[in-house]
């Protein structure tokens, strides 16, 4: 059974940065493409970046520019550099496999910006 742990968020105020990191059980981590997704209230989860396993990298329109996803394979973890965050960044962040596994997904990681 693959346990997801994701961590890194708070509050932060707008223009501020943040690093989520997402560690990952299993062997065969570094042979799966990663993403991050994260669900506003209200809203549907939505998949914000994805890493390839040899590291190609792809961002939704929203957040290019501004967020930076990388892998360590040694340490079977995702990360997400989010610089100048805005408020409608706010959300709770999760990291899966892309695409997503039912299985692979945490608890997330709530992410709040407002000053």
């Known amino acids: 059974q693959v346990q997801v742990v994701e961590s890194g968020g708070g509050l932060v105020q707008p223009g501020g940065s943040l690093r989520l990191s997402c560690a990952a059980s299993?062997?065969?981590?570094?042979?799966?493409?990663m993403g991050w997704y994260r669900q506003a209230p209200g809203k549907q989860r939505n998949l914000v970046a994805r890493?390839?396993?040899?590291?190609?990298?792809n961002y939704a329109d929203s957040v290019k520019g501004r967020f930076t996803i990388s892998r360590d394979n040694a340490k079977n973890t995702v990360y997400l550099q989010m610089n100048s965050l805005k408020p409608e960044d706010t959300a709770v962040y999760y990291c899966?496999?892309?695409?997503?596994?039912?299985?692979?997904w945490g608890q997330g990681t709530q992410v709040t910006v407002s000053s």
């Open positions: 899966n496999r892309h695409p997503p596994r039912l299985s692979w």
């Open positions: 299993g062997s065969e981590f570094s042979d799966y493409a």
């Open positions: 890493i390839s396993s040899i590291r190609s990298t």
